[in-house]
């Protein structure tokens, strides 16, 4: 039964849904909200607001530093109600109360980061070879912003094309997934309580004709943001097409974690875990695949099986629980389908397999060895918690089959060895190389992938130049005529 309505937020308002859809509990796969379906005429009106606001209004008149003030305010909120937002991101989409607490609450930070950077990315004086001009670059806002982001980690992926977008001085639409926008609508409370001017700030949901389609082909935006998968990605360069605007992607991966023999095996193991288990697996840095030095295989393996078999599958509001269900039905279907086929063609189930009993899409931890590799649990992005196994003998043959996908978004290499970690960091092909760690993120560093895992990278100093164009300004300084106007100076 469904016990609240969700609302579009445009303009500086939230409006009542000409349209809705039932948004349903993972937990439980029972419905328990209903979801605004935003139509072409809603994105519409979402971008003319955020093209009126860049162009006239409040928002365009601030200076960088009243802008970067708004942002630390709107991070300080989101902070203060990161347990709000926390259980409704848990209700609508089955990730843990505890992670989703940390992780939002930690959000705040990078829209302060960003509200301090927001009057210091500056432009340029350039010594230009002509005695009589002076030139310098600016950096302006690019323009319309339209942001789409998945349902996992949505506070945190639009954290890092809100923050740099607004401190460039943007405007913004922001899609939030279809599946389990709860939190973003939520949070559109906060930027309305932060004092953004109408129409900076627009949020909304709807499915993809309607709503994605119309959105990032529109002819007034000017930038596009993504994060997701890269069948969705591929629809959203043919519709940039149209509007020729500036595209980056954050796409999936298909991680390798490198475990060497002279590692600290029982902290590689938690890592391990960290980045397979930790979310049900549904994180574009997901460690997927486990690399292990055919020595400690077995050892490791054996290691592993008693952590993942003692995790604490459960009702995802409790604090207690360690793994709580995939977040669509679907999800799961994909995921029975590859891991039977896998197995079917020659892997080995080490642990898992299998469906926890009770309503709700869980399923159990579950560890493959992949044997020769040449398995779709090896190749496809799954997006949960599957791990498949692989062994090497040599440090050249670790790197061979790290390498040895089109994705390239993370990875990590657990050694001893500091000669061996930097060898492996160098020629790895990923956006992120973590040693001895796994899943650490600041809004200091940038993110982002090599290959199909995307374009760009979000994150960081540089972010919001990307969110900028930059303008040459000609000024002639001499007194003096110009001479023959047939030349080019």
Known sequence: MTD??????????????????????????????????????????????????????????????????????????????????????????????RETRAQIAYVGDYYRYYGGLADKHEGAHVPIDKADLDVTIRREPIGVVAAVVPWNSQLFLSAVKLGPALAAGCTVVLKASEDGPAPLLAFAELVQQAGFPEGTVNILTGFGQDCGCRLTSHPLVSRVAFTGGPSTARAIVRNTAENLAYTTLELGGKSPVVVFADADLDSAANAVVAGIFAATGQSCVAGSRLLVEGSVKDEFLARLKLKAEAIRIGDPQDPATEMGPLATQRQRDWIEKIVAESLAKGGTLITGGTRPGGPGFYYAPTIIDAGDGNLACVREELFGPVLSVLAFDSEAQALALANDTPFGLASGVFTSN????????????????????????????????????????????????????SKSVWIKTSDEPIPDPFVMR
């Open 4 to 97: 609240a309505l969700f609302r579009n937020f445009i303009d500086g308002r939230f409006d009542e849904p000409s349209a809705t859809f039932d948004s349903i509990d993972p937990s439980t796969g029972a419905p328990w909200a209903r979801m605004p379906a935003a139509s072409e005429a809603d994105v519409d009106r979402a971008v003319e607001a955020a093209h009126r606001a860049l162009r006239s209004g409040p928002w365009t008149a601030m200076t960088a530093t009243a802008r970067g003030k708004l942002l630390v305010k709107l991070g300080d909120l989101v902070a203060a109600d990161a347990g709000r937002l926390a259980e409704l991101e848990t209700r609508d989409t089955g990730k843990i109360i």
């Open 418 to 469: 500091l000669g061996k970690a930097h060898r492996m960091a160098r020629d790895i092909h990923a956006g992120v190389v973590w040693v001895n760690t796994y899943r650490a993120v600041s809004p200091l560093v940038p993110f982002g992938g090599y290959g199909h895992s995307g374009l760009g990278r979000e994150g960081g100093l540089d972010a919001i130049r990307d969110y900028t164009r």
